[in-house]
C-alpha cells in the first residue's frame, strides 16, 4: 500500500502565500530610513507574529538580523519598527 506524505502533511494556504525570500539589510535600511513602513511593507517577504496584545511581526533579514514591526491596529501603520542584530541587540528603532 502506498501512502502520500503530501496528504499526511499538507501545506496551509498561509504558507503557500509566503514565499520564502529574505530580506535584505540594504532593503530593511532603507524602509527604516524613509520611515514609511505600513503592514503590507514587507509582504513578499515571510513573518512570523510573536506578539501577544499587541502585532509584533518579526521577519528574518540575512545575516542571522531580525527586523520586527509592531502596533495595535493593523488598519493603522506601525508604531514600532526594529533592527536587531544577530547577538539580539536593537541597533536601529523607530518609535
Known sequence: MLLSLAACNPVSKEAQAQPAVMLTVNEANAVIERGTVKWDTFEKYKHT???SG???????????RKLQIGGADLNQAPTQIRL???EGEVVQTID
Open 84 to 86: 536587531i542584530d544577530a
Open 54 to 64: 499587541l502585532y509584533l511581526w518579526e521577519y528574518e533579514v540575512e545575516g542571522g
Open 49 to 51: 507574529d510573536i506578539g
